[in-house]
């Protein structure tokens, strides 16, 4: 019905990889998740927030894999796009922050990762609020990463 080449079929193929990255399938998430990101390169040209998400989704499953050096330069372009597309201040941006942050503790580069962190917890405490899931989960991101740093404390 709606051919091979349609947004629809970006989306489908993006949420058929995130299944298969919950079961921990991801050499059968992988494909799949470079399909929908050139499908939708394709359809919406290369600066459009579900670019964004693509990028995103395939950085996280590269990081899951260990595979520190392939998800950095995407989890940037990511960040940078939504800075771009949706402005400073959105929620997209503050998960951008955190993933990137994320990537940054499991190198140990922890004085990278801390203001990333706090940026993402000040953008979603000002657009999502105080008690919104994912500032709660980026605070707890920040509070984990430096428990990791200062063992005893």
Do not use: C, W
């Amino acid at each position: 019905l709606l051919g091979d080449n349609h947004p629809h079929v970006a989306q489908s193929l993006n949420n058929l990889a995130a299944l298969y990255y919950s079961q921990g399938r991801y050499t059968e998430a992988e494909p799949l998740y470079l399909e929908a990101l050139d499908l939708r390169k394709q359809l919406l040209g290369d600066n459009h927030p579900y670019v964004a998400t693509s990028l995103n989704n395939l950085a996280l499953l590269y990081r899951s894999q260990g595979r520190y050096t392939e998800a950095e330069p995407l989890y940037l372009e990511a960040l940078d796009l939504r800075k771009q597309l949706l402005g400073d201040n959105h929620p997209d941006v503050a998960q951008s922050l955190n993933n990137l942050a994320g990537l940054y503790k499991s190198q140990g580069r922890y004085t990278e990762a801390e203001p990333l962190y706090l940026q993402a917890i000040n953008i979603a405490t000002q657009v999502l609020g105080e008690n919104h899931p994912n500032t709660i989960i980026f605070r707890e991101n920040l509070q984990i990463m430096r428990q990791q740093q200062h063992p005893s404390s």
